[in-house]
């Protein structure tokens, strides 16, 4: 998990992890690790994953040491949040931090927040941010997917797509 701070990176994981969602903001320290089984299909066969979730912290401060924490990831989800675009310039740094250490990561672009944004109307694509968005996503060769931690949706759809790029 990879995005600016307050994009929703937490709240993307305690979704997908746990069902929940929980408004209150603690901005994560480092990084918060959780596990979710999973069953993605790859080839016409069903394969078992165990998702390793690192929830890395999106500070500034943090950045010297996140690509300790990055070594031998599989893939990551590249999180913004709609409601402030620019948070989407960043996700080409961190997709650049993901590809020194692992030179065939797969990535999913994730829109969040998208219940916030006026016109959405359950997660209809609309608007300068997303198509920024699916740009980076078709130059990273990713899917691109848009959220809501908050109502749930897509967000097991995001990373049931990162686990099946995975397996590929």
């Known amino acids: 998990m990879l995005g600016d701070f307050a994009v929703g990176k937490t709240s993307l ?8 969602f929980d408004d209150s903001y603690i901005s994560t320290i480092g990084v918060k690790v ?4 999973l069953v993605v299909v790859s080839d016409d066969r069903a394969v078992d994953l165990t998702m390793m979730l690192w929830d890395l912290a999106g500070s500034e401060e943090f950045s010297q040491m996140r690509s300790a924490y ?10 913004y949040d709609l ?12 997709s650049h931090q993901v590809r020194q250490t692992t ?6 672009v994730v829109a969040n927040k998208v219940d916030l944004v006026p016109g959405s109307d359950n997660g209809v694509e609309t608007g300068a ?11 990273l060769g990713a899917a691109f997917v848009t959220t809501s931690a908050l109502s749930g949706l897509n967000v097991e759809d ?9 397996v590929r």
Not at 34 to 37: A, F, G, N
């Open 70 to 79: 990055l070594r031998g990831a599989a893939g990551a989800l590249l999180v």
């Open 129 to 139: 941010a997303i198509l920024g968005g699916k740009a980076l996503a078709d130059t």
């Open 34 to 37: 959780s596990r979710k089984p």
């Open 13 to 20: 994981v305690r979704r997908f992890v746990y069902d929940m």
């Open 83 to 94: 409601t402030r675009p620019e948070t989407l310039a960043s996700l080409g740094d961190y």
């Open 103 to 108: 030179a065939d990561a797969a990535f999913v």
């Open 158 to 166: 995001a990373f049931r797509q990162l686990g099946q790029r995975v």
